[in-house]
C-alpha cells in the first residue's frame, strides 16, 4: 500500500509560481515512477508529468512544457512540480499519483496509476 499526500496549492496571479510536494508512505519509493496529473471543473483528469523511479526520465504534457518541472527526493519519499509563469488555465485541482505495476499502458493514462492522493487545489487569477 502507498499512501500520497500532495500540498503547496494555493491562490496565485498569473506569472507567479507555485510548488507542490507529494509526500509518499511505504518502502520501495525509488523503485516506481511517479505522476502529476490535474482536473479543472467540468473537465476530465488530465495528464501534467511523470518521473521515473530513478529521476532520470521525465515527461510533461505539451500545455506545461518548459513552465513546470518535475523532480523527486528518493530520501525523502517525495515528488515535487516546480510550477512557473502560472496561466489562468493552470487552475484546477492537482493530483499525486504513483505507478507501482509495470504494464503496456502509456505514461499519461491515468488508468495506469496504482494510487493517487487527495488532491490539492491551485488556483491562478488573472
Known amino acids: 500500500q502507498v499512501q500520497l499526500v500532495e500540498s503547496g496549492g494555493g491562490l496565485v496571479q498569473a506569472g507567479d509560481s507555485l510548488r507542490l510536494s507529494c509526500a509518499a508512505s511505504g518502502r520501495y519509493f525509488s523503485s516506481y515512477a511517479m505522476g502529476w496529473f490535474r482536473q479543472a471543473p467540468g473537465k476530465e483528469r488530465e495528464f501534467v508529468s511523470r518521473i521515473s523511479g530513478t529521476g532520470r526520465t521525465t515527461y510533461y504534457a505539451d500545455s506545461v512544457k518548459g513552465r513546470f518541472t518535475i523532480s523527486r527526493d528518493n530520501a525523502k519519499n517525495t515528488v515535487y512540480l516546480q510550477m512557473d509563469s502560472l496561466k489562468p488555465e493552470d487552475t484546477a485541482v492537482y493530483y499525486c499519483?504513483?505507478?507501482?505495476?509495470?504494464?503496456?499502458?502509456?505514461?499519461?493514462?491515468?488508468?495506469?496509476?496504482?494510487?493517487w492522493g487527495q488532491g490539492t487545489q491551485v488556483t491562478v487569477s488573472s
Open positions: 499519483a504513483a505507478d507501482t505495476i509495470i504494464d503496456g499502458r502509456t505514461y499519461s493514462n491515468a488508468g495506469k496509476y496504482d494510487y
